[in-house]
């Protein structure tokens, strides 16, 4: 059996693994353990062998076993084996596979290296065979289970989700399946798959199956909820100062769009506690005045985007009912993240997408749309070739709808499995977000010690789920144009990408800039000190320009380019 050695630790080829199953298939006789080989005759075929390195490791003493047969079934690359064949000769034959350039190539030994580098534990259950067992300690060791670029340091996770590598392979599955039969896969195969990804989800958020749809991303589920009410005037859509900002453009293009129901604004400033937050939500739906027949919708997050600080959604949906309103929640960040049990929270509508921190393909999401409600919601967005016409008379069945709702790649929505099951074999919800919550504390705390400033908190530590906020040390001019703030911006952006190799969200809140982290399985507290210095450096610079910003983002001939700024997902 051939071995290679690093560290003083064996391993073996994986096709000679393989060829006991055929020595035993053939009939070959187990013999005698060996338990020693001359040291004379290593020396002496080590010495023969200019490939191999100088330095070589201390001798090993290796147990084995050896199944005899014929030797017509090996062959050398000198030609046709001469009997009998010696054992000084076989290895010979057979170093280049082992220590020449062959072994660097040979994909068999690439995978060795990659299940080695996993520092798994060999695993032999009763009777079987040994298994390598994955390594899935959290920290920097996930990265390889990771798609990043090597060097790239991520703490910006929540904007655009990341994909696990064995999500990816069963996503290139999925494709090659698509591509290669597509009538078969479109019309006969994905149905029964999206059927159980949407199982999986209602599992996990405690929901009925068929009151769960799958649909592309969370601003394509609030628009279809919001665009299938039938406005009139004096009815009252209700947002947030830090609602995100598509959701925010649909909510005033509602409002703008005759009827025109009548925007409702309720400005949030952080940290402030949960209490106040429901307290101002409260308020603020008694001083609608009120009519018969008037309906009001409230969209509130369950973790805002930016500042990425979590709200008690779940006491807000009460308070929706108790003042007779309906509660459409975005809980874009909230799937993977934070605990979620629609069965007791009963918001009149939930989405909330999977590619972020459930790590499904970029982009799917969840779209809840309970019994009670489906009556609503006549059409998907855009309208399905499943549509049932609102003076048929018949049930619209919107969550049938949602499954074709025209021809787009299927694989993000159908990867929602493979990332549970990912999540599952690596320690489970809980195990997950324990690491990453206490992380995004730790970093947090890592983080402003480096940077000087403060994390953004309240008194009872209700803010911090898996996203951390902490101050720049940056000060905002009084009347400085938000074309200066989006210049300023792209600034932040350009300098983490191009000269650090890293990312976290920046953004302006309560008129001081903030930077959002997020905290992953892959990230370590070494992490948060990286981009705090980092940030300390583009901070000091942009300070030394602040007296002339136009020169702080220039095109390539030196004019200054304006940009607006932006909101991150």
Same mark, same amino acid.
């Given at each position: 059996? !051939?071995?290679?050695?690093?560290?003083?630790?064996?391993?073996?080829?994986?096709?000679?693994?393989?060829?006991?199953?055929?020595?035993?298939?053939?009939?070959?006789?187990?013999?005698?353990?060996?338990?020693?080989?001359?040291?004379?005759? @290593? %020396?002496?075929?080590?010495?023969?062998?200019?490939?191999?390195?100088?330095?070589?490791?201390?001798?090993?003493?290796?147990?084995?076993?050896?199944?005899?047969?014929? @030797?017509?079934?090996?062959?050398?690359?000198?030609?046709?084996?001469?009997?009998?064949?010696?054992?000084?000769?076989?290895?010979?034959?057979?170093?280049?596979?082992?220590?020449?350039?062959?072994?660097?190539?040979? %994909?068999?030994?690439?995978?060795?290296?990659?299940?080695?580098?996993?520092?798994?534990?060999?695993?032999?259950?009763?009777?079987?065979?040994?298994?390598?067992?994955?390594? *899935?300690?959290?920290?920097?060791?996930?990265?390889?289970?990771?798609?990043?670029?090597?060097?790239?340091?991520?703490?910006?996770?929540?904007?655009?989700?990341?994909?696990? #590598?064995?999500?990816?392979?069963?996503?290139?599955?999925?494709?090659?399946?698509?591509?290669?039969?597509? /009538? !078969?896969?479109? $019309? #006969?195969?994905?149905?029964?798959?999206?059927?159980?990804? #949407?199982?999986?989800?209602?599992?996990?958020?405690?929901? /009925?199956?068929?009151?769960? &749809?799958?649909?592309?991303?969370?601003?394509?589920?609030?628009?279809?909820?919001?665009?299938?009410?039938?406005?009139?005037?004096?009815?009252?859509?209700?947002?947030?100062?830090?609602? *995100?900002?598509?959701?925010?453009?649909?909510?005033?293009?509602?409002?703008?769009?005759?009827?025109?129901?009548?925007?409702?604004?309720?400005?949030?400033?952080?940290?402030? !506690?949960?209490?106040?937050?429901? /307290?101002?939500?409260?308020? %603020?739906?008694?001083?609608?005045?009120?009519?018969?027949?008037?309906?009001?919708?409230?969209?509130? /997050?369950?973790?805002?985007?930016?500042?990425?600080?979590?709200?008690?959604?779940?006491?807000?949906?009460?308070?929706?009912?108790?003042?007779?309103?309906?509660?459409?929640?975005?809980?874009?960040?909230?799937?993977?993240?934070?605990?979620?049990?629609? &069965?007791?929270?009963?918001?009149?509508?939930?989405?909330?997408?999977?590619?972020?921190?459930?790590?499904?393909?970029?982009? &799917?999401?969840?779209? *809840?749309?309970?019994?009670?409600?489906?009556?609503?919601?006549?059409?998907?967005?855009? @309208?399905?070739?499943?549509?049932?016409?609102?003076?048929?008379?018949?049930?619209?069945?919107?969550?049938?709808?949602?499954?074709?709702?025209?021809?787009? =790649?299927?694989?993000?929505?159908?990867?929602?499995?493979?990332?549970?099951?990912? $999540?599952?074999?690596?320690?489970?919800?809980?195990?997950?977000?324990?690491?990453?919550?206490?992380?995004?504390?730790?970093?947090?705390?890592?983080?402003?010690?480096?940077?000087? @400033?403060?994390?953004?908190?309240?008194?009872?530590?209700?803010?911090?789920?898996?996203?951390?906020?902490?101050?720049?040390?940056?000060?905002?001019?009084?009347?400085?144009?938000?074309?200066?703030?989006?210049?300023?911006?792209?600034?932040?952006?350009? #300098?983490?990408?191009? =000269? *650090?190799?890293?990312?976290?969200?920046?953004?302006?809140? +309560?008129?001081?800039?903030?930077?959002?982290?997020? &905290?992953?399985?892959?990230?370590?507290?070494?992490?948060?000190?990286?981009?705090? +210095?980092?940030?300390?450096?583009?901070?000091?610079?942009?300070?030394?320009?602040?007296?002339?910003?136009?020169?702080?983002?220039?095109?390539?001939?030196?004019?200054?380019?304006?940009?607006?700024?932006?909101?991150?997902?």
């Amino acid at each position: 059996m !051939s071995m290679r050695t690093r560290s003083n630790r064996v391993r073996a080829d994986p096709e000679d693994v393989a060829l006991l199953d055929v020595l035993r298939a053939i009939g070959g006789t187990p013999a005698v353990p060996l338990t020693s080989i001359s040291p004379a005759l @290593t %020396q002496t075929l080590l010495s023969a062998s200019s490939e191999l390195p100088a330095e070589l490791p201390p001798p090993l003493t290796v147990q084995t076993y050896v199944w005899a047969a014929g @030797t017509g079934r090996l062959e050398l690359q000198s030609g046709p084996i001469t009997n009998p064949l010696q054992y000084d000769t076989f290895v010979k034959e057979k170093l280049w596979r082992w220590a020449g350039s062959g072994a660097d190539s040979n %994909q068999d030994y690439v995978e060795v290296d990659r299940r080695r580098d996993m520092q798994g534990a060999i695993v032999v259950p009763a009777g079987g065979e040994g298994e390598l067992q994955p390594d *899935y300690t959290f920290g920097h060791n996930m990265l390889q289970y990771f798609m990043f670029d090597k060097g790239y340091i991520n703490l910006n996770h929540g904007s655009y989700g990341s994909l696990p #590598r064995p999500v990816y392979e069963k996503c290139l599955e999925i494709t090659k399946r698509s591509e290669g039969r597509p /009538d !078969s896969f479109h $019309r #006969r195969e994905y149905q029964a798959e999206l059927k159980e990804c #949407r199982a999986k989800v209602a599992k996990l958020m405690n929901c /009925d199956l068929d009151e769960c &749809a799958i649909t592309n991303n969370t601003t394509h589920g609030v628009h279809t909820i919001l665009n299938n009410f039938h406005w009139k005037k004096g009815d009252v859509l209700v947002g947030f100062s830090t609602t *995100y900002g598509a959701v925010h453009n649909m909510i005033q293009y509602v409002s703008e769009t005759p009827p025109n129901p009548t925007q409702i604004t309720v400005v949030l400033t952080f940290p402030m !506690s949960h209490t106040g937050i429901i /307290d101002k939500l409260r308020q %603020q739906l008694k001083d609608i005045p009120r009519h018969d027949g008037q309906t009001i919708v409230v969209v509130l /997050d369950a973790i805002i985007s930016v500042p990425g600080v979590v709200l008690p959604w779940e006491e807000m949906v009460k308070v929706c009912k108790q003042e007779g309103a309906y509660s459409l929640v975005d809980g874009a960040h909230a799937i993977g993240q934070i605990d979620i049990d629609l &069965a007791v929270s009963q918001p009149d509508f939930f989405v909330t997408n999977c590619h972020k921190w459930l790590y499904a393909k970029r982009s &799917a999401a969840v779209v *809840y749309i309970p019994e009670r409600n489906q009556h609503i919601i006549h059409s998907t967005f855009p @309208t399905s070739h499943d549509y049932v016409s609102i003076n048929s008379g018949k049930k619209p069945d919107i969550i049938h709808q949602f499954d074709w709702t025209g021809t787009i =790649d299927m694989a993000p929505f159908l990867s929602i499995s493979h990332a549970l099951k990912f $999540r599952e074999e690596i320690g489970g919800e809980k195990k997950i977000n324990d690491y990453c919550h206490n992380l995004a504390v730790k970093g947090g705390e890592v983080l402003a010690g480096v940077l000087k @400033t403060n994390v953004l908190e309240n008194e009872n530590k209700e803010l911090t789920a898996n996203m951390v906020n902490v101050r720049l040390p940056l000060t905002i001019p009084d009347g400085l144009p938000p074309t200066k703030l989006g210049e300023i911006g792209r600034f932040f952006i350009d #300098r983490l990408l191009d =000269d *650090y190799n890293s990312f976290s969200s920046i953004y302006v809140h +309560n008129g001081q800039w903030w930077t959002r982290c997020s &905290a992953q399985i892959w990230n370590e507290e070494s992490d948060f000190e990286f981009i705090g +210095n980092a940030f300390l450096n583009i901070c000091n610079e942009i300070q030394q320009l602040m007296n002339d910003l136009s020169s702080i983002h220039k095109t390539n001939d030196g004019i200054p380019k304006e940009t607006t700024e932006g909101t991150d997902p």
